[in-house]
């Protein structure tokens, strides 16, 4: 064999494998109607090019036919910013313990010495002209316009024919009335909080700043802090108001043994009509109290009982990372 020969074999080698197809071995096969989806939206796959620079992958489940819960996951492996809003609450100490223990004990004990004292009341008023006095009664002169109380009143309570038990009442329930009230004078002095109690020159003029508010007559509103000028005055004129129910109550109660006290309240008739008036008086501000609790709301009640006024505070924004 030449090297003429060997050289025309070759060229035919050459041509032969030119001729016949490369075998595909390089090339991936693509299925047939090949899609990808991403948040629930469909692509064809040949919509998909490759790009240099490799992007994180994206696992999405979205909302389809057969998920009726609608279940949402996504896992990013980039950074994503999120932007929520948080709400603070601030908390205020208000009122201490002793403050509300006193508070609290004080209602039941005012109700019970009103209670027994309209048992006692009872056998003074059960008869028109019972009494020469006629202590009770609402008019000028020897005029009534009424009495205090009118009989129905007894019938419809059941408070007639107890003169005994309201007496019992009275006398057992008031030490505690007295002993509950002075614990609560001894406790403001000694931990100066009489400080925020005792009305000052600009207290009038702030009760009446209140009142105008109240009554939706002046859009000025009173200065806020823990008491202002009228509930100065109001808690100041109660504590006051008990002072005066103990000597008036004394009066009544041993007008011999305590006949100077008795004495300088104008004698035993002024006692008692002072003594009176006092319970009225409790009657009207527990009206205003209550009334005022509901205008200020739940808030205000709750720190009578938790000791803290709990507001909601400023909503801010929080910028979160997450991956």
Not at 148 to 167: D, E
Request: charged residues 20%; hydrophobic residues 40%; proline residues 6%.
């Amino acid at each position: 064999m030449n090297e003429h020969d060997q050289i025309q074999r070759d060229d035919e080698s050459n041509s032969a494998a030119e001729s016949c197809p490369k075998p595909a071995i390089d090339e991936p096969a693509e299925p047939p109607e090949s899609v990808l989806k991403i948040q629930g939206t469909e692509l064809p796959s040949d919509a998909i090019k490759p790009s240099d620079t490799p992007e994180s992958p994206v696992i999405s489940a979205g909302r389809s036919a057969d998920d009726p819960r609608g279940a949402r996951a996504s896992a990013r492996g980039e950074s994503l910013q999120d932007a929520t809003m948080e709400e603070t609450v601030s908390i205020e100490h208000k009122h201490s313990l002793a403050i509300r223990w006193m508070h609290w004990i004080n209602f039941p004990l005012l109700a019970l010495m009103i209670y027994s004292g309209l048992l006692i009341y009872w056998a003074d008023s059960q008869h028109e002209g019972l009494n020469a006095h006629r202590v009770y009664r609402v008019g000028f002169g020897s005029w009534t316009l009424f009495r205090l109380f009118p009989p129905w009143l007894y019938n419809n309570l059941h408070l007639k024919l107890q003169l005994a038990k309201g007496l019992g009442y009275h006398f057992f329930f008031m030490w505690f009335f007295v002993l509950n009230g002075m614990a609560y004078v001894l406790y403001t002095f000694f931990t100066g909080e009489w400080r925020e109690l005792v009305p000052t020159r600009r207290s009038f003029r702030e009760a009446t700043q209140v009142i105008l508010d109240d009554l939706g007559i002046s859009k000025r509103h009173p200065p806020q802090r823990k008491f202002n000028g009228a509930q100065q005055i109001a808690y100041t004129a109660v504590i006051l108001m008990g002072a005066s129910s103990l000597l008036t109550g004394l009066a009544i109660y041993k007008p011999t043994q305590l006949h100077t006290i008795t004495a300088l309240l104008g004698g035993y008739e002024m006692a008692r009509w002072l003594h009176f008036l006092l319970t009225i008086g409790y009657v009207g501000f527990f009206l205003v109290h209550v009334t005022q609790v509901i205008r200020a709301g739940w808030n205000n009640f709750r720190a009578m009982i938790v000791g803290y006024l709990i507001s909601p505070g400023e909503r801010t924004k929080h910028d979160e990372q997450s991956l």
